[in-house]
């Protein structure tokens, strides 16, 4: 079983920036692919960023890509995703994600495990 804890949401003025992170308990975090999701109110939980155990693979999705950097630290057993340039658009509950094979995915139902979220609200 892996917890993950989110951190770091708030609300933020366009073109502003946040730093989420997501702590993961255990020892095998290095052994995990991670990712970030988000899902607005009304919407389908939607792939944000996804980074491989030894981060070398990177993927991210259109609408965030060039603004936001997902980055892990494997001695910490966190997950970050820097957010720049925000958008209204970006307003969501950002969840990170425990893909336990190990590789990078867009594919939600590939994931394993889940954190409760992090309110991230952007003010136009």
């Known amino acids: 079983q892996v917890q993950l804890v989110e951190s770091g949401g708030g609300l933020v003025q366009a073109g502003g920036s946040l730093r989420l992170s997501c702590a993961a308990s255990?020892?095998?975090?290095?052994?995990?692919?991670m990712g970030w999701f988000r899902q607005a109110p009304g919407m389908e939980r939607e792939f944000v960023a996804t980074?491989?155990?030894?981060?070398?693979?990177?993927y991210y999705a259109d609408s965030v890509k060039g603004r936001f950097t997902i980055s892990r630290d494997n001695a910490k057993n966190t997950v970050y995703l820097q957010m720049n340039s925000l958008k209204a658009e970006d307003t969501a509950v950002y969840y990170c994600?425990?893909?336990?094979?190990?590789?990078?995915?867009?594919?939600?139902?590939?994931?394993?495990?889940w954190g409760q979220g992090t309110q991230v609200t952007v003010s136009s």
């Open positions: 994600a425990v893909q336990s094979k190990g590789y990078s995915s867009r594919w939600r139902n590939e994931y394993d495990y």
């Open positions: 255990g020892r095998t975090f290095s052994n995990y692919g």
């Open positions: 980074i491989s155990r030894s981060g070398g693979s990177i």
